[in-house]
């Protein structure tokens, strides 16, 4: 029996539909199983974690002073899982979903446009790449510099629309 | 990324070590000998210190594109006594081998 043929898209067609945040389809992106799994855990955790602060709270109130640094580490341990939480929401809705295809790629690897291996929508922003570290040519901390500040200026127009925090390098 | 895995060995190495204090030592004196000194520094201390491992997890796991789910996992490790150490070594050697690179090994190792 022939396998099917299966003609992939000489351009990018995912681009064309991606679901830019306040869409329907961004909406129906962060309403998969995976995502509703997420939805719920981070609800979970961070009710919990506040739920432990408070009780942290008591009971450095009724005397356990070592409470009190419990009763503030809680709430910040609840605030990093919405962090991580709205983190992957953006990181989904501006895009590539790494989480999804789970193998997530290799540091370096170009992002291939249509890539049959691994269906996954090109994202308008791609994800921080690895650039090649050029050694700098020439003597002197200022050509050093003026080297790594270059390799950070194509990192950014590699990468449009990236924060600047997001330089991997 | 050798800067961030080098952050992430260094606080998980502290943190693991402050939990296996905290359990092993802390614990038994404070419920045993009715001395609560060291968990009360050691629990303060770790407290704080986790979240700079969880800082620096997150770092990491970004720069080198981890799934959710990994990051999740090697944060929750540290949470665990001596899992921490495993989940230490597991993933320097993976991100070793995945750089090509020579992670240099921790002073008399072996």
């Not at chain 1, 090649?132 to 500040?149: I, N, Q, S």
């Amino acid at each position: 029996m022939p396998t099917p043929v299966v003609t992939k898209p000489t351009y990018d067609t995912a681009s064309e539909t991606a679901g830019r945040p306040g869409t329907l389809d961004a909406m129906k992106r962060l309403w998969t199983p995976a995502w509703i799994v997420r939805h719920v855990a981070m609800v979970v955790l961070v009710v919990g974690f506040l739920a432990l602060g408070w009780w942290q709270i008591s009971r450095a109130a009724s005397g356990n002073t070592l409470s009190w640094a419990y009763a503030v580490q809680w709430p910040i341990f609840a605030g990093f899982v919405v962090f991580v939480w709205w983190r992957e929401l953006r990181h989904t809705l501006r895009g590539r979903s790494t989480l999804a295809s789970g193998a997530a790629a290799a540091p370096g690897e170009p992002v291939t446009p249509g890539d049959a291996a691994s269906p996954r929508s090109t994202p308008a922003v791609r994800r921080p790449v690895r650039v090649t570290r050029v050694p700098a040519t020439g003597g002197g901390p200022e050509d050093a510099d003026l080297a790594e500040y270059n390799r950070y200026l194509t990192w950014l127009n590699a990468n449009p629309g990236a924060k600047p925090g997001d330089y991997p390098g | 990324m050798g800067g961030a895995l080098t952050r992430y060995r260094v606080i998980a190495w502290i943190v693991g070590v402050a939990l296996v204090v905290l359990v092993l030592i802390g614990m038994p004196l404070k419920y045993a000998a009715d001395e609560p000194i060291v968990v009360e520094v050691v629990g303060t201390a770790h407290g704080w210190l986790y979240m700079l491992y969880l800082a620096a997890t997150f770092d990491l796991g970004r720069r080198v594109n981890w799934p959710l789910k990994r990051m999740l996992l090697v944060m929750l490790a540290g949470t665990v006594p001596f899992v921490s150490f495993v989940a230490e070594r597991k993933v320097t050697r993976e991100l070793a081998a995945r750089l090509g690179e020579q992670i240099p090994e921790p002073v008399a190792a072996g």
